[in-house]
């Protein structure tokens, strides 16, 4: 399949974004009729106080981060993709997501509430993921010989491994109540997203997916292989350890942010490869848009298909995003 | 009056887990010039050509061009002077033909309209006009061998460093892409196993075998009877009129 044109594909997705945007924030568990929807969304002074409140306190938020953690999730697999080599590679790689779990889920079911409160499991979970790439990095480091994409993935599954089964204990033997609790962190959610989480993660994604387009050129040389790359002048241990940095920024983030939410890092660029080809100065933004896209398209759905009740992100995005790759991967021959 | 070496190396040394892969090796390489190294299997060709495109530091010994030593130029210095060829497994996914070779000219200072005009000349001297659209993994082992040396043509460096350039290619294209390179008049370093087509294009050869210099000079010189019978293990001559061999001893 030939690549489609940038210049058409770009724009559309673009404009899907916004429409996802759109219908993120006028669909929910509250119904809103039209007039209103326009109304609370241009602050007419005609709008429904209570409406208002949840279109711009609760939905638009709730979007926004959605948004930014698709991106940020595309654009950690984009270059981990790149960066491995490997087209099974996904944000998760390093053992952040299990990392991020086992603190998180320790501090739900072992801290007091108070203090949980108080240090948020965000923060915990953060931590917990920047600790898990740590010993990732530390583990795959070979003095004098660097770090080969095959160790890093090897000390990657071992630390994975290593903190789900932390997980599974803590699980295992918890309070059911705050297992539960656990759980639902687990599986990803957007519920309860403030304004106040945005602007860091927001910033995080925009710089690093300006400095990625920025060096779009010296990823599309790690396609060609390592040793190519090195005799085109590029300091491999130095552009993957920048890589890494960046995808434990993103991912940690995002994890901190929503919980676990897969398949959107291994998933999405290859949708966005398949679409666009591999070059990076197209592959980049498209991805980040489409992980946008998918994402709060997903979260819409997991408020809608049970409300009142809603559905954990990590639930519906296997069942919602696996199919159109499917069939996306049926329509191409030169996939994976 | 002979012009200075462009290309030298002395004492060349590559340690590896405690085996000598290069042992001393010294050369010198001087404009324009198309020099071979030759050797059998593991004699560490290779190897010597990874320490000049920066893949591996020589253990010791120095690498020096323009009589500047190597640590003297930056990376990208050292990188849009030399061009590599080299043998490496790369899926390629995503990529077509084109956009391999727009890759390779990555820290080249060229309009676009140069850039554009580059690739075409270098695909189409690769014979890869027809395939500029294709996915590159795609492609056969010979015409990605092509696509590769198209980067290199694309580049066009001072010095171009190959490892078995005619690897997978038909007669052909061996002739046609390395007389485009010979006619360039750059200069050239490049391992080879075919030694007829060394005795054609090198002007100097040097013969390695357990990674120490077993002989060097023009190619009819140091192809000799004996050179091949102890360092190739075979029965045979290189003349003007090719390669003749008689058995493996």
């Given at each position: 399949m ?33 007039p ?7 602050r ?5 106080r ?7 306190e ?6 926004l ?41 320790a ?6 509430g ?5 240090l ?17 990095l ?23 491994l290593?903190?789900q ?8 033997f ?36 300006i400095v990625?387009m ?6 599309d ?8 790359a ?37 998933i ?69 | ?21 290069v042992?001393g ?8 010039e ?8 593991g004699?560490?060709?290779?190897t ?6 920066q893949?591996?530091m020589?253990t ?18 050292w990188a849009?002077?030399?061009?590599a060829?080299?043998?490496?497994n ?7 033909a084109?956009d ?30 027809e395939a500029?659209d294709?996915?590159a ?5 010979g ?25 997978h290619l038909?007669?052909?294209?061996q002739l ?24 054609r ?15 060097q000079?023009p ?8 050179n ?6 075979v029965q045979?001559?290189?003349s ?5 061999l008689?058995?493996?001893?």
């Amino acid at each position: 399949m030939k690549s489609a044109p940038l210049t058409l594909v770009l724009p559309l997705i673009a404009l899907g974004l916004a429409a996802a945007m759109l219908a993120g924030v006028f669909w929910g568990t509250a119904a809103i009729s039209w007039p209103d929807r326009w109304s609370i969304l241009l602050r007419a002074d005609t709008a429904p106080r209570n409406l208002s409140l949840i279109v711009w306190e609760w939905r638009m938020p709730r979007v926004l981060l959605s948004g930014l953690a698709g991106a940020a999730l595309a654009l950690a697999g984009v270059l981990m993709q790149t960066a491995l080599r490997n087209p099974l590679a996904d944000p998760y790689l390093m053992g952040l997501s299990s990392g991020a779990s086992a603190a998180a889920v320790a501090a739900i079911i072992w801290l007091p509430g108070g203090l949980v409160e108080q240090l948020g499991v965000p923060l915990i979970a953060f931590v917990g993921a920047l600790l898990a790439f740590g010993m990732t990095l530390g583990f795959a480091h070979r003095p004098g010989r660097g770090m080969t994409p095959l160790i890093v993935i090897l000390a990657g599954v071992a630390v994975s491994l290593m903190f789900q089964s932390v997980t599974a204990f803590l699980l295992y033997f918890g309070d059911p109540h705050a297992t539960r609790n656990a759980l639902g962190w687990l599986m990803g959610t957007a519920a309860g997203s403030r304004w106040g989480d945005v602007p860091l993660l927001a910033t995080v994604v925009v710089i690093l997916g300006i400095v990625a387009m920025l060096g779009r050129g010296v990823l599309d040389t790690l396609l060609l292989g390592d040793e190519r790359a090195q005799a085109l002048g590029i300091s491999l241990p130095l552009v993957r350890l920048s890589i890494y940095s960046a995808v434990a920024l993103l991912t940690a983030l995002t994890v901190a942010n929503l919980g676990i939410v897969g398949f959107v890092g291994l998933i999405v660029p290859h949708m966005a490869r398949l679409l666009v080809g591999g070059r990076h100065g197209g592959l980049i933004p498209v991805a980040m848009l489409a992980g946008a896209v998918v994402l709060v398209l997903v979260d819409l759905a997991c408020r809608l298909l049970l409300a009142p009740e809603e559905l954990p992100l990590g639930v519906l995005l296997a069942l919602l995003a696996a199919p159109p790759f499917i069939i996306l991967l049926r329509r191409v021959n030169h996939a994976l | 009056m002979r012009s200075e070496p462009l290309l030298q190396l002395r004492e060349l040394t590559q340690v590896v887990n405690g085996k000598r892969l290069v042992d001393g090796l010294s050369l010198s390489v001087r404009p324009g010039e198309f020099h071979g190294l030759l050797g059998p299997n593991g004699a560490g060709k290779t190897t010597a050509l990874r320490c000049l495109y920066q893949k591996k530091m020589p253990t010791s010994g120095e690498i020096l061009l323009n009589g500047r030593p190597m640590a003297d130029y930056s990376r990208t210095e050292w990188a849009r002077r030399t061009g590599a060829l080299i043998q490496e497994n790369a899926p390629l996914h995503g990529l077509n033909a084109t956009d391999v070779v727009e890759i390779a000219l990555l820290g080249m200072r060229l309009t676009p309209a140069q850039r554009r005009r580059r690739v075409h000349e270098a695909l189409d001297l690769s014979g890869l006009t027809e395939a500029t659209d294709q996915q590159a993994s795609e492609l056969s082992g010979g015409e990605q061998q092509r696509l590769h040396l198209a980067c290199l043509l694309a580049r066009d460096p001072e010095i171009y460093l190959l490892d078995e350039p005619t690897n997978h290619l038909d007669l052909h294209y061996q002739l046609r892409l390395l007389d485009a390179i010979r006619d360039r008049g750059r200069t050239v370093l490049a391992t080879l196993h075919d030694l007829a087509l060394a005795s054609r294009y090198c002007d100097q050869v040097t013969l390695i075998d357990h990674g120490k210099q077993v002989d060097q000079g023009p190619p009819l010189d140091v192809l000799s009877t004996d050179n091949l019978r102890h360092t190739y293990r075979v029965q045979g001559s290189v003349s003007k009129q090719g390669l003749h061999l008689v058995a493996a001893v």
